[in-house]
């Protein structure tokens, strides 16, 4: 175990690189740490110390005795600032082991879900040594966990939860860390979304998005893409939370939208990845430094259902000014060094989760100019704000297949049954409603984007699509559902615990449909035995039953959040 001294010695592996040596700032912060700036290059580690402070030492981790070194240096932690954490292939684990055979606790910053869930094959052996191993303590899924931590508290159910990090053009670029996006871009990403394991593309999911509070206190919109993080490896089973997403972006559009255009490379398999492109891009992107803002931020989102049993969003947003967001992902290092410090960390090897509070990064952010953002607020779903109070008198399985944070399938069974004139049967190949069966296989998937929803529906393989968005005033149950070119006006009602559908307007190509043109809708959704059950019929004047379709719908299976096996979506 490392021996208790009146200066603990710190020792940061990547010590004058651009997180380690923020980390390496802050810790030289407090006279009670000796620290020991570390890496391959002593002349690097040499000048960092001049002008920041500290002691330079050469640790080259890829060295077969690098155990020795380290050794000889009696660490009370060993940080691993290094990375990429995506690229420690062969014995990835060196550094922690190594730090665990000197007496050392052990952090290190990986962003890399592999990694940092893997770090737990040390466990055993920490705890023997009463050690402290934790992996990831950087922005993610350190800082992340502990907004989830404080959030989830107003929470009877996780349905999402949303990460996001937004930093300013004229943050300094890391060559480890454009390594790992790059490593990433146009490549399976591993997601848990509405309880099943699934891929998405690396910085695919184009979406422009502000974070924090309305005005100049937040964030102007910016684009962001899917990325990985060890959040989405972890989260699942630590919240129970049905989806998990992370979200990064570059402030200038045009560096964001040209890595997603370079990520087609890839996604096209004309290169195998654009790893090796990492120092060209870096220089490249180094040209536009004067662009754009120093500002950046992080936000973490969570979306679910409140005590109340109604849908509620709550959201932890750091702000970081004046060109301190460099300093955020060495901020959990920092905390967490003071509590190894203070003996209150478990020994063990894991993924740090949860290992701090708010309070401690309040406390650990004071000197830079950082602010801090929290809300918590209703989150009415298309349906709640089309229905208002009426939402909550529907059933229970009714209200809870429209409750929709980010994506939701329902699967069951259906009879379906169609008109006989062939008109009818020709409108139905147009619009691609089901053949007729007696029984055959349903899964309806209603995925919320833009603050509308897009379902689809699959009846035995044959599928077909629409999109729902508000299309009166909020309380009102008017509704929108598009269908191709055609566009349809419902007005939904509850009665009797029946939510009816019945068309009031049309149109196509945007030209109103005469009434002799407008479909009959009789759509009812019933739960009288607790099992969401659905029953439609659509007719035209003159041509009679076009198609009618009734069945029954129950939320499909979530799958083991430690079956890490996903498909692209």
């Known amino acids: 175990m490392a021996e208790p001294s009146s200066r603990k010695r710190i020792v940061i592996l990547g010590g004058y690189g651009v997180f380690g040596g923020k980390l390496a700032e802050a810790l030289l912060r407090h006279e009670h740490l000796e620290v020991i700036v570390a890496g391959r290059s002593l002349q690097k580690a040499e000048a960092f110390c001049r002008h920041h402070g500290g002691t330079a030492a050469v640790l080259d981790r890829t060295s077969p005795d690098f155990a020795a070194p380290l050794r000889a240096l009696r660490p009370f932690v060993t940080i691993d600032a290094a990375g990429p954490f995506q690229a420690y292939r062969t014995a990835p684990y060196a550094v922690a082991e190594a730090a665990l055979a000197a007496g050392s606790h052990y952090l290190d910053l990986s962003d890399d879900a592999g990694f940092t869930s893997g770090i737990a094959i040390l466990d055993e052996k920490a705890r023997a040594a009463g050690l402290s191993v934790l992996s990831g303590v950087s922005s993610v899924p350190a800082l992340s966990s502990v907004a989830v931590e404080a959030l989830r508290e107003d929470f009877s159910q996780v349905d999402l939860i949303e990460s996001a990090i937004l930093p300013g053009n004229r943050a300094p670029r890391g060559l480890s860390v454009i390594e790992a996006i790059l490593a990433q871009a146009g490549q399976p990403v591993a997601v848990y979304r509405d309880g099943r394991w699934v891929q ?214 259906a009879r379906v049954t169609r008109g006989t004139s062939r008109l009818g049967q020709l409108l139905c190949r147009i619009v691609g409603f089901p053949p007729a069966a007696d029984a055959t296989p349903v899964t309806v998937t209603i995925e919320r984007q833009d603050g509308k929803e897009r379902w689809l529906r699959n009846f035995g393989g044959k599928t077909f699509r629409s999109v729902l968005s508000l299309s009166g005033a909020p309380g009102s149950g008017v509704v929108q559902e598009r269908f191709g070119p055609t566009a349809f006006n419902i007005h939904l009602n509850l009665k009797d615990g029946a939510l009816a559908y019945p068309v009031r307007s049309g149109k196509l190509f945007g030209l109103p449909l005469p009434r002799w043109l407008l479909p009959v809708s009789e759509a009812v959704e019933v739960a009288p035995d607790g099992t969401f059950r659905f029953n439609v019929e659509i007719s035209l004047p003159g041509l009679g039953r076009i198609v009618r379709y009734q069945g029954w719908l129950k939320p499909s299976p979530r799958q083991s959040a430690s079956q890490n096996q996903g498909k692209e979506q």
């Open 200 to 413: 998405v593309i690396g910085w695919s999911g184009l979406s422009r998005r502000r974070i924090g509070p309305e005005g100049s206190s937040g964030l102007a919109r910016r684009w962001s893409s899917f990325i990985g993080a060890p959040d989405l490896a972890l989260f699942p089973d630590a919240y129970h939370a049905r989806t998990v997403l992370f979200r990064a972006g570059l402030e200038l559009p045009l560096l964001h939208l040209g890595l997603w255009g370079l990520s087609w490379l890839v996604r096209l398999r004309l290169v195998r990845s654009l790893e090796a492109a990492a120092p060209l891009l870096r220089t490249a992107a180094g040209w536009f430094e004067r662009f754009g803002s120093d500002r950046g931020g992080m936000e973490v989102r969570v979306a679910g259902l409140g005590r109340d049993g109604m849908p509620l969003a709550a959201s932890w947003t750091l702000i970081a000014e004046a060109g301190d967001g460099p300093h955020i992902p060495a901020v959990p290092g920092a905390i967490m060094c003071r509590h190894l410090c203070e003996g209150d960390v478990l020994p063990g090897a894991r993924p740090c989760l949860g290992e701090f509070s708010l309070s401690d990064v309040k406390d650990a952010t004071a000197h830079l100019n950082v602010h801090t953002y929290r809300a918590t607020q209703s989150a009415p779903v298309l349906f709640q704000k089309a229905l208002g109070a009426t939402f909550n008198a529907l059933p229970a399985p009714i209200r809870a297949l429209h409750t929709v944070h980010d994506r939701s399938q329902w699967a069951g069974e």
